[in-house]
């Protein structure tokens, strides 16, 4: 199980919002990942849960040795809301094992709503962790960058996020 959370606000007169999220991970032998990922919207402390994700995960390429991974996988949003659309994303991720203390991951997603297409967007995000004891169980901090870019292709929105995992 992981949990995360993160702030986003874009300016000091921006309500303070975030999303936290809890996910659920089954392994299927080495290669394969059943996922479950409930999500929390929180805007000044007032909190939603409009959604949830059901996905698959695929390790195609990766290395002990190299302490490298390539996946791709899809994941479902089913809205909770009766305003909120059934979202398809399909993503590609890769990480680095950098040291024993810090991992790198990237990643490059896409949401793409089943009614209102032009609506969707693609992100590139990436993620360094540190992981403070050798424990496997612990809250372990992270910095994450991401930037989305609407299907429209009008705009680039460049946003940066705090997030801190717990893995167990």
Not at 40 to 51: A, N, R
Not at 146 to 167: G, H
């Amino acid at each position: 199980m992981n949990w995360f959370s993160r702030r986003v606000s874009r300016t000091r007169t921006a309500p303070t919002r975030g999303k936290n999220a809890v996910e659920f991970e089954k392994r299927i032998g080495r290669e394969h990942q059943l996922e479950l990922e409930l999500i929390q919207e929180v805007e000044d402390g007032d909190g939603t849960l409009p959604e949830m994700e059901v996905g698959w995960k695929w390790a195609f390429c990766y290395s002990l040795e190299r302490q490298s991974l390539l996946s791709a996988g899809a994941k479902l949003a089913v809205p909770f809301e009766s305003e909120g659309q059934f979202e398809a994303i399909p993503y590609a991720a890769w990480a680095k094992g950098l040291s024993e203390q810090f991992t790198l991951q990237a990643s490059l997603r896409s949401h793409l709503p089943f009614e209102t297409f032009e609506d969707g967007d693609v992100e590139l995000a990436g993620i360094v962790h540190w992981v403070t004891t050798a424990w496997p169980r612990g809250v372990f901090p992270a910095l994450e960058f991401t930037t989305t870019v609407p299907s429209s292709k009008a705009t680039m929105t460049p946003s940066s996020s705090r997030s801190c995992r717990s893995f167990t």
